[in-house]
């Protein structure tokens, strides 16, 4: 009898632990890159599970080692804060323009909060 009634509360413990998220509980994160080559400055957007958002500014979008490599090095750390923030990567995908004087970039990421 004690055998069954402790194999009933360690089944109860594992469902509870197994909730699923409330309405006010969010899961999911994006990130959207904007990369413009004009004047106006590049942007990363983010908005968490919590409905917080932050603006990370970017360089120009522009064929230039030393934009392209800081531009990514700020990414990147975008990338990890995610990380540091329990998102594990779900999809992304990337679309573009380019003509003869403008190029655009968008990049949208999103993250699932573990």
């Known amino acids: 009898m004690a055998s069954l009634a402790a194999v009933i509360t360690i089944a ?5 632990s197994f909730r699923p998220a409330t309405e006010t509980q969010g899961t999911y994160a994006t990130m959207s890159i ?4 004009a004047v106006v400055n590049s942007k990363i957007v983010i908005t968490y ?4 958002s932050e603006v990370i500014e970017l360089g120009p979008f522009k064929y230039n080692d030393e934009y392209m490599l800081d531009n990514n090095r700020t990414i990147n750390r975008a990338m990890n804060l995610m990380a540091s923030r329990g998102y594990t990567l779900v999809t992304s995908g990337s679309s573009g323009k380019i003509n003869s004087s403008k190029a655009m970039r968008i990049s949208t990421y999103i993250f699932r909060k573990q």
């Not at 109860?12 to 509870?16: G, I, M, N, T, V």
């Not at 599970?49 to 917080?52: F, G, L, R």
């Open 34 to 37: 904007y990369e413009n080559y």
């Open 12 to 16: 109860s413990l594992a469902l509870l």
């Open 49 to 52: 599970a919590d409905d917080e």
